[in-house]
């Protein structure tokens, strides 16, 4: 899957969603983050394939067969700048209200999420999501959900995606180049409006 395919759950438009845990329950989570996950002091190899066992315990013969191919590397894709952030993401999907609303296939879900949220790190800093600042919190709870297919508990499909497009980042930054781009051609029309009027007022003048 490429990168930009792994974000359509988060920035693109998502259709319908199934009902997750509460808002609260993942933001408590997140601010429950145990230090040595913040401070990458973890295998996130061993970190990730442990989360995948909690969440969907793999098959005999699934694990057997990791172990023969040597390919029991899970998180090998993740870039060292996102570690921390998808060290964060193991620890919010290990939630057992939100292990317990986690949709079929639960293992590829997971590891899709895991991805999108070590890249959200790009735009929302890890030390945003454990800090003082409880919009970025909320931020990253609803990301996670998000890219779950889920939305917070309490909440309709769209009264969640209203309140993700008010505090997601990269929407409100979208939002205000949009409006930058709007006011740079209102400018260039005006401009061109007034260059307009005073040509024509130089032509009636040099015909008097």
Same mark, same amino acid.
Request: charged share 25%; proline share 5%.
């Given at each position: ?27 408590? #989570? ?105 919009? #970025? ?32 980042? #990269? ?38």
């Amino acid at each position: 899957m490429t990168e930009g395919a792994a974000l359509l759950p988060i920035w693109g438009e998502l259709t319908g969603s199934a009902e997750g845990p509460s808002l609260v329950s993942m933001m408590s #989570r997140l601010r429950a983050t145990p230090a040595e996950l913040s401070e990458q002091a973890v295998d996130i190899d061993a970190l990730v394939a442990d989360t995948l066992d909690l969440i969907d315990p793999a098959p005999l013969q699934m694990l057997l067969d990791d172990a023969l191919a040597g390919r029991h590397r899970t998180a090998g894709r993740f870039a060292p700048a996102h570690a921390t952030a998808v060290a964060i993401a193991c620890w919010l999907v290990s939630l057992p209200e939100l292990k317990a609303a986690l949709p079929f296939p639960r293992r590829a879900h997971v590891l899709t999420a895991l991805g999108i949220l070590g890249g959200f790190s790009d735009s929302v800093p890890t030390t945003d999501w454990l800090g003082h600042d409880t919009d #970025r919190q909320e931020e990253v709870a609803r990301a996670l959900l998000r890219s779950l297919g889920l939305r917070p508990g309490g909440e309709t499909h769209i009264v969640a995606e209203d309140r993700w497009a008010s505090i997601s980042t #990269r929407s409100r930054a979208a939002a205000l180049a949009q409006a930058a781009r709007d006011q740079l051609r209102a400018e260039e029309l005006a401009a061109a409006l007034a260059k307009k009027k005073a040509e024509e007022a130089a032509a009636q003048y040099s015909h008097v």
